[in-house]
């Protein structure tokens, strides 16, 4: 019962930015934005998260809408290693407990062709 | 420094036959997390520790399914009498306890084949 609508697939030239959509219509106001990805045959790897405000690291930048109900995912500078399974989950923040547990869909697979 | 590793990385069981599945977290780690990969699918969550103890334990299947962390460190997960469904990857995740989101560190997975 993942949260999230991705595409199944989406294709990018070596070099160019990939953008990765993600619907999440029903988020509710605690729950947090979460990328990960998924190299075949390695773990899930953490990305990045947001709230409501727009976040870069070393790895990538997420926009997320004003109403927050979709968010995009973006590789700047796509290289042949950034092929993988990119999930996008929403989850709560972990709070005092330290749970937070991720619900995962299928995700999107990115293909970077040379 | 070392992150999240399982072992074995693969294993092979005969149906009816039990298995233990070891995950070594990040050192510090409060929270570690097992999770069931099926071939083509997303992971699903099977249960949670915080320290030694299980405060989650919705996602296992079956009471086939026994996990432990009796020191709050290592952990296995063990499953009797396997079934040809318990096929999968079986992922360990471990994490700092911090407020607001966190980030969940992943193992490489141990992929089981029940023959």
């Known amino acids: 019962d993942a949260k999230t609508t991705q595409p199944t697939s989406m294709d990018c030239a070596e070099g160019r930015a990939a953008n990765l959509p993600c619907n999440h219509s029903?988020?509710?106001?605690?729950?947090?934005v979460y990328w990960y990805r998924q190299i075949h045959s390695q773990g899930p790897q953490y990305i990045i998260h947001?709230?409501?405000n727009n976040e870069t690291n070393e790895m990538a930048s997420l926009i997320i809408t004003e109403d927050r109900k979709s968010s995009t995912l973006i590789l700047p500078h796509a290289t042949l290693r950034d092929t993988a399974v990119y999930y996008c989950?929403?989850?709560?923040?972990?709070?005092?407990?330290?749970?937070?547990?991720?619900?995962f869909g299928t995700g999107t697979r990115l293909l970077v062709s040379p | 420094g070392a992150g999240v590793s399982q072992s074995p990385r693969y294993k092979v069981a005969k149906r009816g036959q039990d298995v233990a599945l070891r995950c070594d977290p990040i050192s510090g780690h409060v929270s570690l997390f097992w999770y069931q990969q099926a071939l083509g699918q997303g992971p699903e969550f099977l249960t949670y520790?915080?320290?030694?103890?299980?405060?989650?334990k919705s996602g296992l299947p079956s009471d086939r399914f026994f996990a432990e962390r009796p020191e709050g460190s290592v952990s296995t997960l063990k499953i009797q009498r396997t079934q040809q469904e318990d096929s999968a990857v079986y992922l360990c995740a471990s994490s700092f306890r911090t407020v607001g989101g966190s980030e969940q560190f992943f193992g490489p997975g141990t992929r089981l084949t029940v023959l």
């Open positions: 989950i929403v989850s709560p923040g972990v709070g005092n407990t330290g749970f937070q547990k991720l619900v």
């Open positions: 520790f915080q320290n030694e103890a299980q405060l989650d």
């Open positions: 029903t988020i509710s106001g605690n729950e947090y």
């Open positions: 947001g709230l409501k």
